[in-house]
């Protein structure tokens, strides 16, 4: 079976050909960099080139994909059934972001005095500059007041416009995502939120009293396997009077410090609190209890946000030793900090750090709470 395409009709009648269908010249014509003419350029520029533009294209099948989950959390009711389609399609985000990492491998192959030959050309263009990069930070929820600042600007923002101050269409796209609202983040935590605790929903009139009976629950169970550890420790290991007080208080510290997650008593605004104290609750929940069938896809969407964030992180991290390793610890192209900037966004940037932060608290399966109304999250035939 052939793979080119003839039964599709053209927009101007007759049968299409796989390069009008996917636009190959068009798409070959843009390699040629500021000069416009490819023969000006050598190899190592033009392969420079061409992966970046790769990367971009893969950006914005991320961005159709961010969409689609943004659009179906962000519903006052979430079919269950399309819980398995978003899954799919956090998976594909993670993969991109994995290939596009790999990339990398290719630009390593280009020595330090061959990129040198052309690198003055982009400044002060900067990869930071991919408008579709702050699209997808924008639209998964990263909030502004946690930005790393580039060089010495004071707002992401002004390195979108052009050198002469103007604005560019960059600048024009990301500030159209930023009045799309709401973010991945919000319309996930929204869902969750809602989520049964112990067959409770918000609106109920014993939730608070369900929820809060589910945590402290959690506490005590959660105090008692640390109890179990510290003896596990002291039977295996010869310390000192001061190691076991140290190790007490390590343990000790640990569970306080839960104890304050869960209550949202790490916030400031007491009004914040109870929304959040539910929506950790409900994380925590799912991810106890995912072998009950009601909460199985739930907790599937949680490990598919994790592995795309996580393949984000980790394309940042790769992104910084290519960088390093190709030109060293120079002042970025852009008057940034180069790698050092690239470190930092690679471990301060997460989003969905709720849900990250129920991986610190989950428990084993013998000492989970026991769930009460368990017959709510059966299978159901409506």
Known sequence: MSDTIHEAPRAGGGPASYWDYVRTEDLLALQGGLERDESALGDDEVRFIVIHQIDELWMKLVLRELVSARDLFGREHVPETALSAVCAGLRRVALIFEMMADHFRLMETMRTRSYLEFRDKLSPASGFQSAQMREIEILLGLDAAERIPFGKENSYLIALHEADGSESAALHRVQRRLQDTPSLKDAIYGWLARAPIDGSTPGSSDDDQVVDGFVTTFLARQREGQRQRIAAVLRHQALTEADVDRLEQRYENELESAARYLRAEDLEDPEARPATRRLRAAILFIESNRELPLLSWPGEILDALIQAE???????????RMVERVIGRRVGTGGSDGVDYLDRTALAYRVFKE????????LRSELDPPVRNQDFYGLRAD
């Open 355 to 362: 849900i990250w932060a129920a991986r610190t608290l989950l």
């Open 310 to 320: 996580q393949a984000m992180v980790v394309f940042r991290q790769r992104h910084a």
